[in-house]
């Protein structure tokens, strides 16, 4: 009965997106622990057996539901820069470093407001993800190719390099150090000091980031 019902209401793929999207909801209550197959297909309601036949492995499941998560926090990410209060200055090198200021702040807010769907796409992918700058992996592996979060940093970096900011053989450890700063300031904040006030962690996060673009920049933040 629920293979019947499965054809009657999914086609042309659209059942593979409805467990990714089910996957999506799991994942933002409970992070990448609660996306399983038979979870994700009794929300969509089909059979465990309809799902496989998408997601042979719970891997696969994971890869693709983490994937989403990071192109829905990029997303995120994108509105928030859009709606940033920082003044744009004449002054390249000024803008440069506030919009490399401002990515790492709608990182750690997205990890705040989304902890489950932070995780999710952070570090619920088995299979790892692609450190930013390094070399492309195969896009049709990609179930959502909408921009993903390290797409921001490599656009901030770039601004910083035109701007004379930083050198482009740096760019490697520019990379570790941008990604390691606000990862693991999230988590931090997420886990181990979850007891901050707004004003404490906005402090934490400005502070972090000023030391960051004072290392990248030669001490001028």
């Not at 709606?83 to 200055?89: E, I, K, N, V």
């Not at 000024?94 to 999710?120: I, K, S």
Request: charged content about 25%; some cysteine.
């Amino acid at each position: 009965m629920a293979e019947k019902r499965t054809r009657s209401t999914y086609h042309h793929g659209d059942l593979r997106a409805a467990l990714i999207a089910a996957g999506i909801t799991l994942a933002r209550d409970g992070g990448p622990d609660a996306v399983v197959l038979r979870e994700v297909a009794r929300a969509v309601g089909v059979a465990p057996n309809s799902a496989y036949g998408h997601f042979a492995t719970l891997t696969a499941l994971k890869k693709a539901v983490a994937q989403t998560a990071r192109a829905d926090m990029a997303e995120a990410m994108s509105l928030r820069l859009a709606a940033r209060t920082t003044t744009d200055s004449t002054d390249p090198q000024d803008a440069a470093r506030a919009y490399l200021r401002d990515v790492g702040r709608a990182y750690v807010h997205f990890a705040l407001t989304e902890p489950g769907l932070f995780r999710t796409a952070m570090g619920g992918d088995p299979t790892g993800i692609r450190v930013p700058g390094g070399p492309d992996r195969n896009r049709a592996d990609d179930d959502d190719p909408r921009p993903k979060p390290k797409a921001m940093l490599e656009k901030a970096l770039t601004g910083l390099i035109d701007a004379g900011c930083l050198r482009p053989a740096d760019v490697g450890r520019a990379v570790m150090a941008s990604w390691a700063t606000v990862h693991g300031l999230s988590i931090m904040l997420l886990d181990l000091l979850p007891q901050l006030t707004d004003g404490a962690r906005d402090a934490a996060i400005d502070g972090a980031l000023d030391v960051l673009l004072a290392g990248l920049t030669g001490g001028r933040a």
